[in-house]
């Protein structure tokens, strides 16, 4: 008795090659050459694209618009520090000023956009969005804890220990309000 392939429906499971796109078979089972490519037509920007069509995935319907919409300023914002880091990290000890704005900068527009997509339920940011004031929290704790005298051990061990609970409080409540927006927008979406 032959022994059956254990797959679900039986089938073998070698990959078969697709033959090029626009190719045709001959009699003898030989494939012609391909047609060339045809061009597609461009659809104007304010059309939906059709189904089954590219989509960020992340995000539903449009990005939210920044309140100061036809200048792009957090985009700015984000160039301007990359460059600023750039320089202060070239001259080394003399620049961490110029590091220390530059990084500023990018933080800034990178958390306002991100705050903005969060908040009104495009994509959700919220890891993120509860890790930074975690970290924030962490770092005045640890400094505080510092100045105080306390042996190094309680530096991490301490601010962890309340790591844990900020963050979750944090997280559970950023994501309730992403699941509000998110539903607002679908609904909004869906009654067009």
Request: net charge positive; aromatic share 8%; glycine share 10%.
């Amino acid at each position: 008795m032959a022994k059956r392939n254990s797959g679900r429906r039986g089938r073998s499971r070698k990959r078969r090659t697709p033959a090029p796109a626009g190719a045709t078979e001959t009699a003898a089972g030989e494939q012609a050459a391909p047609s060339p490519p045809q061009r597609r037509a461009r659809r104007p920007r304010n059309e939906p694209p059709p189904q089954g069509a590219y989509r960020d995935p992340g995000g539903v319907g449009e990005r939210p618009r920044a309140p100061w919409h036809p200048w792009p300023l957090s985009e700015l914002l984000i160039f301007v520090g990359a460059i600023g880091t750039l320089i202060g990290f070239a001259r080394g000890s003399a620049g961490r000023p110029v590091l220390f704005a530059g990084l500023g900068a990018v933080m800034l527009g990178t958390l306002e956009f991100t705050v903005r997509e969060h908040l009104a339920g495009y994509r959700a940011h919220t890891a993120m969005l509860a890790a930074i004031p975690t970290a924030l929290f962490h770092s005045a704790a640890a400094v505080g804890l510092y100045s105080l005298g306390a042996p190094r051990v309680s530096w991490i061990v301490v601010p962890l220990a309340l790591d844990v609970p900020i963050f979750w409080f944090l997280f559970k409540g950023l994501r309730a309000r992403f699941d509000d927006a998110r539903r607002e927008r679908v609904f909004e979406l869906s009654g067009r």
